[in-house]
């Protein structure tokens, strides 16, 4: 879809940082960052909500989140991680292109998962181009999934 800025991203037509693809997903790093290695992953396909997904997109996303979990895990060093995901406009959906939320948490860190609250946490594009190639670093396909 022209219109939706993952397609565009995907497509790069958009600049993203991206952490990982492959011909069915891709975890790209989030321009909103309320705590460092923030990352989402999504299809490649456009596919609005969950309630849209096929079986096979569902265990493709769910692989690929759990192998950057991982990465992120060991990139940031963090202590826990929140995985959520939003559908429509009323569960703060704000890009209608399903996609996962992998957050890093640390201990003290005092974020309270209220949205909007990404807005006020943007990181520039060279830092976030430093952060996906710390993740894909730790990448490490066969070891988990």
């Given at each position: 879809?022209?219109?939706?800025i993952?397609?565009?991203?995907?497509?790069?037509?958009?600049?993203?940082?991206?952490?990982?693809?492959?011909?069915?997903?891709?975890?790209?790093?989030?321009?909103?960052?309320?705590?460092p290695y923030?990352?989402?992953?999504?299809?490649?396909?456009?596919?609005?909500?969950?309630?849209?997904?096929?079986?096979?997109?569902?265990?493709?996303?769910?692989?690929?989140?759990?192998?950057?979990?991982?990465?992120?895990?060991?990139?940031?060093?963090?202590?826990?991680?929140?995985?959520?995901?939003?559908?429509?406009?009323?569960?703060?959906?704000?890009?209608?292109?399903?996609?996962?939320?992998?957050?890093?948490?640390?201990?003290?860190?005092?974020?309270?998962?209220?949205?909007?609250?990404?807005?006020?946490f943007?990181?520039?594009?060279?830092?976030?181009?430093?952060?996906?190639?710390?993740?894909?670093?730790?990448?490490?396909?066969?070891?988990?999934?």
């Amino acid at each position: 879809m022209t219109d939706c800025i993952f397609c565009q991203i995907l497509a790069g037509e958009a600049p993203g940082s991206f952490v990982y693809r492959d011909e069915h997903t891709a975890a790209i790093m989030d321009i909103n960052q309320p705590n460092p290695y923030r990352v989402l992953v999504m299809p490649i396909a456009h596919v609005e909500a969950i309630y849209d997904l096929n079986r096979d997109q569902a265990a493709q996303i769910f692989q690929t989140t759990v192998l950057v979990a991982n990465a992120v895990r060991a990139a940031s060093g963090c202590d826990g991680m929140n995985l959520f995901q939003n559908n429509g406009r009323v569960a703060m959906q704000t890009v209608f292109h399903f996609h996962m939320h992998v957050l890093p948490r640390f201990a003290g860190d005092r974020l309270l998962l209220r949205l909007p609250l990404a807005r006020f946490f943007r990181k520039d594009r060279a830092e976030l181009d430093r952060m996906a190639a710390a993740i894909r670093a730790h990448l490490q396909p066969d070891s988990t999934v």
